[in-house]
């Protein structure tokens, strides 16, 4: 009983903590600005641990958190695993190999406004689908291993990027390419010079897209079969043997290697396109 | 309108790449029957038989159109080899989830914009769950959600009760819509902030001169500005209930609706039920937004927006 008092007393004290410095006069500050989400999230953290363990929930409904922590640091080994083959095979190869072939369909086809026209609203529609669908018929044609998963994933991104790519390249606007026209600039110079930089908001917005569907799709491609490693392999194994935590561990993975292939893709957009009003603050 | 010829054009450049795929995918299998039977094929035969398998690598269109037809016309919608079933066993479960996820959304979008203290400590793990694979957890809630019992929609006595049997979408329904609300909670919740926060400035000071209250400024300014924010997160909503419900179908027990038919059909390697089920997932999905596309620009014409 101690343990369901205590942490709602501590979420009702963290709470009056957050309401307090949302509206100090303090609340502008960077500082600030993390402290209040970190401790909103620790709070949801401990919570967890404390009604999980004073109202003895079993394990195999919801684990604390703290044996999470345990089983993710004493099975390193077999997560690193299952994270090289589902996300550095299958996710990250389908996704260079998605958004490369994306990008080249939408340059190639940049010249001719009758395919765009056509492409476009056939894409729009393809990437509305639920393309996941998919999986279980490139798994038949490319194996279990993570080739199929790569596959998957290169389904996935491929529309998202191409019509993201195509709306970037006619960014830019009239008055810039009769400018380029004036200067005498071939077609690959307004290409390189004008229209891809001018692109590089879209395209990253297509890339950002793509991040989480790939690993959406590398995944969830596991479910319908794969070698005895994988993410999606071990947390429908895991879950079948009831081990619950050893799921939250292999899902702690999958949010943080989400996150930051979000956060690599949003550096570089940072980097790529520091011109956007966007990226200036 | 002139975009059609480009859209037609395209779309029978795909169908032909499909034909051509299903003929050279599938003369394998053919050849090797031949060899074995010890014939010789001419082209023409190939063809005719790499368009006709029973289980082909990959089906010709026009198998997969009577597949379709015959699962969705000549079936009973009561049986289970009918896609109309196993497609409102899917449909419910998105619905259901749809519903409950966009409401909770909503709310949580409102309490966001009226307190900073919950925009400040919700609103960033809001954008952060963006980017993981929430999907992850399906498997592991619909086991969960079976071991406490928390299954059916109405339980089978009140189901029984009410409608004298127990309607077979409302098995299973619960870790399916559950899954479902989850995915589209969150681009509910994004949309909405962005939308309730839509008026500038100039607008709100102008509810402010006219001495309008909070709720007043909530019902006639946030609310009806934020619409056009809030159609587009229900077609990104409704799409990714529709995918949480498919995926959840993998591990739901009994393997039913469209997800399940995918599976059943990977396991016994049924190519042509595969195919039937994703164009019935496909053809359910561009109706799901083309419904709330059309409520979209019904409403905006009515608010006098442009849509």
Redesign the interface.
Known sequence: MSWVIGSLAFWAVM?WI??W???SPL?GTRL??LF??A???ITLLVVWEGLVRGLQVPN???PPPTAIATQFASSLDILWVDFVQTFVKGALSGYIIGCGAAFLTAVMIDRSP??????L??GN?IA???I??????L???FGFDWHSKAAVVVVMVFFPMLVNTVQGLAASDHMQRDLMRTYGASYPQTLLKLRLPAAMPFIFNGLKIS??LA??GA??AE???SPIRG??FR??TE??R?S?DM??A??TV??LA??A???VVAMIEKGVTFWHPSQRS | M??I???????AA?MAIWYAGAIL?NSKWALDQAERAGVELSLSEIVTDTLAQERP?LPAPHQVVTELWQTTFEKNITSKRSLIFHGWITLSATLLGFIFGTGLGVLLAVGIVYS??M???????AI?S????I???A??LV??MN??GATDFLGKETSEALFGTQPAFMKGLLPKAVIAAYLSFFPVVVGMVKGLRAPDAMQLDLMRTYSASGAATFWKLRLPSSMPYFFTSL?IGI?AS??GA??AE??ASPIRG??GR??T??YY?Q?LQ??A??IG??VL??AL?GLIGTLQRGTLRRMGMKP
């Open positions: 709470t957050n309401f410095l949302a509206n609340r600030v600005k209040v989400p401790v909103f999230g195999v409904i919801l009758f395919l765009q026209r056509g492409l609203p056939v529609f509305a689908l639920p996941i669908g998919t999986a279980p018929i798994v038949m044609w991040t989480t690993l959406i995944i969830v479910f319908f079969g993410m999606g947390i429908s879950v079948g009831l619950l799921v939250w292999e899902i999958a949010a989400g996150s292939f979000y956060g | 002139r975009s010829i480009p859209i037609l054009t395209v779309v795909l995918m690598v900073r203290a925009d400040m400590s919700v609103m960033p793990w952060a963006q980017t993981i694979p999907l992850a957890i498997p592991m086991v969960v071991t406490i077609k799409a529709l995918v498919i995926v993998l591990s469209l997800g995918m599976l059909g990977s390697g190519t595969i195919w089920a994703l997932a496909a999905a561009a937004v």
